[in-house]
């Protein structure tokens, strides 16, 4: 199995290309976006030393499908997905937020609870909850986008004081990224799962507000099974997690998470093949659908450019 994780392809009308941690963005002719979803995979805001086959198929597929999913909600970058791992779409200029959505008590907000806050990017929050326990109802919490390093926490009110979105068009984020959430978390359900917390992020185009980059997939969402969450919020226990929380645990496991001067720990066939597992696992829970790998694997990037190719030889 060979993993994507460089590309610099010539696209007809390519203007420039953006090389994000697992994203290519090429800009098409400053009207459209051929995103090609590398099997990099990172951890800690970085990206680890090899790729995970399948892995940018996986995380492409998701999303297109709940693009499509959502489409009736809010109108989204995607025009095709000429190849398994790529999307094609409208070029949108980004806001600078990205609208975090949290039905749960988890993550960097339970531990930020645990150290004594209580309102979270403006947001007040309940006393005596624990950890992964659902709030009353989602509750939205906003971050910068950061070109470089972390994103930051934000609440409402900065973002409108400091003139980051208008006051008009983030109630229009805002009631996108509930109702969102709302669809996915209903989705989830019927798939046995709980969507727990998740990104999305959204553009402007000719005045209208459109859902780009990707959506509800294991690296922008956490995932609880349904099945045992009870029993486990009861007990203390930890939740069986689907997103790429294993892959983070493994690392801090081997004593790695990030900091200046750790090493990654050596990614061997076995645990790269493990990785690649685990996400086609994540796909299926998911999606409720068999992972079918792609065909034509000898040669992907050859696949890829010819692909994309002939799709924008069709705008």
Same mark, same amino acid.
């Given at each position: 199995m060979k993993a994507v994780v460089k590309t610099n392809f010539s696209f007809?009308?390519?203007k420039s290309l953006y090389v994000g941690k697992v994203r290519d963005v090429y800009n098409i002719d400053d009207k459209y976006m051929a995103m090609v979803v590398s099997d990099r995979i990172s951890a800690f805001d970085v990206v680890l030393p090899k790729g995970i086959p399948y892995k940018g198929q996986v995380l492409n597929q998701i999303a297109a499908k709940f693009l499509d999913a959502t489409a009736d909600i809010v109108p989204n970058w995607k025009l095709a997905t000429p190849d398994p791992m790529v999307t094609v779409g409208l070029k949108c200029e980004g806001f600078r937020v990205e609208m975090i959505v949290r039905g749960y008590l988890a993550g960097s907000a339970w531990r930020e609870y645990k150290a004594g806050a209580r309102t979270l990017c403006g947001v007040p929050l309940p006393e005596g909850m624990v950890e992964n326990q659902k709030f009353p109802t989602p509750i939205l919490t906003p971050t910068t986008k950061a070109d470089e #390093?972390?994103?930051?926490? @934000? +609440?409402?009110?900065? @973002?409108i004081s400091k003139g980051l979105v208008s006051k008009e068009d983030y109630e229009q984020l805002e009631k996108y990224a509930l109702a969102l959430f709302q669809r996915g978390s209903e989705i989830a359900a019927s798939k046995g799962l709980i969507l727990v917390d998740t990104k999305y992020e959204f553009g402007k185009r000719d005045g209208k507000i459109y859902l780009i980059d990707e959506i509800h997939t294991p690296d922008s969402s956490r995932y609880f099974y349904a099945d045992g969450y009870e029993e486990r919020l009861a007990k203390g226990e930890h939740q069986r997690q689907l997103s790429k929380e294993f892959v983070r645990e493994w690392l801090m496991a081997n004593g790695f998470q990030g900091k200046e001067g750790q090493q990654v720990p050596e990614m061997t066939d076995e645990i790269v093949n493990s990785i690649t597992d685990r996400y086609i696992e994540l796909f299926e829970h998911i999606t409720g659908e068999k992972f079918q790998k792609a065909d034509?694997? +000898?040669? @992907?990037? #050859?696949r890829i450019e010819k692909n994309v190719s002939a799709y924008l030889n069709t705008l």
């Open positions: 007809p009308k390519q #390093g972390h994103d930051e926490n @934000i +609440s409402r009110d900065e @973002i034509d694997c +000898s040669d @992907i990037t #050859g």
